[in-house]
């Protein structure tokens, strides 16, 4: 029998004029691209503009209405996983990406997500609060993450270097995907038999 590899989607989690984010999505991407366990889709959140959450109920008891929501929980609906590409603004993750982490709920649960952060302390704080609401959202956070500091960060951002001179980050993406893929095919296993 052959098995239907995980979709994972890479969610760029800031939306901000001039934006680093897209550097490491294309860059984790890319990596991912190469493997052949899993497949993956890039997702903008420029793409799913979405009022600060407004809804009367949460999505874990009704669903939403309002309709760029509804749009990108079918984004999601599809995906086996996620990996989450996020900035830290003041010790914690961007706005516009905890506000997608509200608008859904049934499109989360049991699923993995990694996470790759850029900036102060490679956003080390931001991933820490964003697991936890990932298990809120019945989510499994695996443990390996790609942290981009602020050395790498400002040597790709604004001195013209290439991922490829950390290759220290290159290690630490090759492990979160090698635990992403092995959790995704187990939780989507496991939510086909229930």
Known sequence: MELIKPLIGIVIGSTREGRFGDKPAHWIHDIALKREDITVQLIDLRDHPMPFFEEAT????????????????????????????????????????????????????????????????????????????????????IRNAVHIGMTEFLGIWQQGKKFEEFPHLEQAANGLLDDLAWWAKVLKHARGTK
């Open 58 to 141: 949460a999505p874990s008891w009704a669903p939403v209405k309002n309709i760029a929501a509804q749009r990108w929980a079918e984004t999601l609906a599809p995906l086996d996983g996620l990996i989450a590409v996020t900035p830290e603004y003041n010790h914690g993750p961007s706005a516009v990406l905890k506000n997608a982490f509200d608008y859904a709920y049934k499109e989360y649960v049991r699923k993995p997500i990694g996470f790759v952060g850029y900036g102060g302390v490679g956003a080390a704080r931001a991933v820490e609060q964003l697991r936890l609401v990932a298990i809120e959202l019945q989510m499994a956070p």
